[in-house]
């Protein structure tokens, strides 16, 4: 069994979600507790990548994955899109209105070479 395979005392894998949820602190904490621990890797550069499997084998020796996104063509609204969105939302959002300025951003755009 794959668990046993790579030392996990449970058969539990830790998802891996992407965005900053899964900390090195969590994947140690899941990998240390017996389960697989999973870096959410998505959303990230090389670097911040390669930061997050460094700080994370300095909290655990067990093991632990990393879960990349699978290659694909992000396509982004335009800001035009996006302002009549912000507007059609913003009718039903008295008490906290969406910021009229907010965008979305090209971190998305990190390549799955580089992650690798």
Same mark, same amino acid.
């Given at each position: ?21 899964? !900390? #090195? ?6 990998? *240390? ?14 670097? /911040?990548?390669?930061?997050? @499997? ?8 067990? $093991? =632990?994955? @990393? *879960? ?5 063509? @992000?396509? =982004? #609204? ?8 912000? $507007?059609?939302? *913003?009718?039903?959002?008295? /008490?906290?209105?969406? #910021? $009229? *300025? ?8 990190? !390549? =799955?070479?580089?992650?690798?």
């Amino acid at each position: 069994m794959i668990f046993k395979q790579l030392g996990a005392r449970y058969p539990i894998f830790q998802a891996g979600m992407a965005g900053g949820l899964t !900390t #090195p602190e969590l994947v140690a904490a899941v990998s *240390n507790f017996g389960a697989i621990g999973s870096i959410g890797a998505g959303y990230m550069t090389a670097e /911040e990548l390669k930061k997050a @499997v460094k700080n994370t084998k300095t909290l655990t020796d067990k $093991s =632990f994955g @990393v *879960n990349l996104f699978i290659p694909e063509e @992000v396509t =982004f #609204p335009k800001v035009e899109e996006i302002q009549q969105m912000i $507007s059609f939302l *913003n009718q039903y959002s008295h /008490e906290s209105p969406i #910021p $009229s *300025n907010w965008t979305f951003t090209d971190k998305g755009k990190v !390549t =799955f070479e580089e992650q690798l």
